[in-house]
């Protein structure tokens, strides 16, 4: 069995599929825009000027945390077309935050007064970055959320946030998987919602704390690995080239942490992103209504909008 071949769908969604383009988030009016015209604010509301420029200096402080991060050989595909940053009113829409191919994210304009809201950009300013540099190629879902989740993360702590109740919750969930449910998800090529996230999240941490002893400069290996994928090499022989091992074999050693440590949360977290957090503090995972509102559904469609 191969564990990790991935021919699957990037993590997105499409903003009402019946919608007509008018509506779409990608079209509502231009609010206001960066000096140099790279990131376009729009918004189905009215904005305050001082808001919008707020926005604007938010997205951009963001987008340069995930690139520094990420460590891109050619950084040239992060600028090479406009940045969209749709902020919306709808109280209808679940999901907070959402990248909606290489060109677009959208925020609900109530969650960006969240501070978690920050974490947030960058999740998915990351998604925006690996969308643009994979070119239309494919990784794993959970390879995705999981680079993406670390990084946003590692943002909310760089500007003084401290940790709470989300990141107590995700380390529950991280604490809790067995090796049978984790190797459930991974082999789940269109793996969605929260526990991708979270085994995706456990899957980065692992590389960067345990395996081969440790990768320290996980997110730019990760980066010259999309890189590898993006000048036609499959997931797996980009895996291979990039760490020197397989991706069957790195399953199989991934799996034998987790079952080392099924028993033993403190082991599990330790030296990771969540070494520091409670997690008796947290249930094991937050409402569905809250997994709605942080993670959105993966959809074929996606692709077409990368092509």
Request: with cysteine; net charge neutral.
């Amino acid at each position: 069995m191969t564990r990790f071949r991935c021919v699957l769908p990037l993590l997105g969604l499409l903003y009402v599929a019946n919608a007509s383009s008018a509506e779409s988030p990608g079209n509502f009016p231009l609010r206001c825009q960066s000096d140099d015209g790279f990131l376009h604010i729009l918004s189905d509301r009215d904005l305050d000027p001082a808001r919008c420029k707020s926005h604007v200096a938010r997205v951009l402080k963001a987008y340069a945390f995930v690139t520094e991060r990420s460590g891109w050989k050619d950084r040239g595909p992060l600028t090479a077309q406009p940045l969209k940053f749709s902020v919306l009113g709808d109280p209808a829409l679940k999901v907070l935050g959402y990248a909606q191919g290489p060109n677009l994210m959208v925020m609900k304009d109530a969650y960006m007064d969240n501070p978690l809201s920050e974490g947030t950009l960058a999740h998915e300013l990351a998604h925006i970055q690996d969308f643009r540099q994979l070119k239309g190629k494919r990784m794993p879902s959970f390879m995705f959320e999981g680079r993406a989740l670390t990084i946003g993360q590692a943002y909310r702590v760089s500007i003084g946030q401290p940790l709470g109740d989300y990141d107590r919750q995700m380390a529950r969930s991280a604490a809790g998987f067995t090796p049978d449910g984790a190797l459930a998800l991974l082999e789940n090529y269109q793996g969605r919602g929260w526990d991708n996230q979270a085994v995706g999240t456990v899957v980065v941490e692992y590389m960067r704390t345990r395996w081969k002893g440790g990768i320290a400069e996980i997110s730019t290996r990760l980066s010259r690995m999309i890189e590898r994928i993006a000048a036609g090499r499959e997931f797996d022989l980009a895996f291979q080239d990039e760490f020197g091992e397989s991706a069957e074999k790195f399953a199989d050693a991934f799996l034998g942490f987790l079952r080392a440590t099924q028993t033993d949360p403190k082991q599990r977290l330790a030296g990771t992103m969540w070494q520091s957090v409670d997690i008796s503090a947290a249930p094991a995972k937050p409402s569905q209504a809250s997994q709605d509102a942080y993670v959105g559904d993966v959809t074929d469609l996606v692709w077409e909008l990368l092509r």
